[in-house]
């Protein structure tokens, strides 16, 4: 039975942001995904990753057998795909499409 409830967790509920090309290269701070921990970083524990519910909790940065970045974008596209779809829904597309493309 799974008895964690990632609702209430505060690694759930708060925005960690990635840099998709590097943190000091121009516009770097332009190209940042707003992602949970567990998208993140922050791996779940071994029993929730066996339980389909949580099969989608896979971070970008692996840390040990969980996550990396091939498993991320095998469910999600690939970053620069997600930045574009976050610029869309702020309104930038344009922004995107002239400066970050």
Same mark, same amino acid.
């Given at each position: &039975?799974? %008895?964690?409830?990632?609702?209430?967790?505060?690694? +759930?509920?708060? /925005?960690?942001?990635?840099?998709?090309?590097?943190? %000091?290269?121009?516009?770097?701070? +332009?190209?940042?995904?707003?992602?949970?921990?567990?998208?993140?970083? /922050?791996?779940?524990?071994?029993?929730?990753?066996?339980?389909?519910?949580?099969?989608? #909790? /896979?971070?970008?940065?692996?840390?040990?057998?969980?996550?990396?970045?091939?498993? +991320?974008?095998? #469910?999600?596209?690939?970053? &620069?795909? #997600?930045?574009?779809?976050?610029?869309?829904?702020?309104?930038?597309?344009?922004? +995107?499409? =002239?400066?970050? =493309?």
């Amino acid at each position: &039975m799974i %008895t964690a409830s990632l609702e209430n967790d505060s690694q +759930f509920n708060n /925005v960690s942001l990635h840099h998709i090309d590097g943190r %000091t290269k121009p516009k770097a701070h +332009f190209k940042q995904l707003p992602l949970c921990a567990y998208h993140h970083d /922050v791996p779940i524990s071994k029993e929730l990753q066996a339980h389909p519910e949580y099969k989608y #909790l /896979v971070p970008i940065h692996a840390k040990g057998s969980w996550g990396g970045k091939a498993a +991320f974008n095998a #469910l999600f596209h690939s970053e &620069m795909a #997600l930045l574009e779809l976050c610029y869309e829904l702020i309104g930038e597309h344009d922004f +995107f499409i =002239s400066h970050l =493309s």
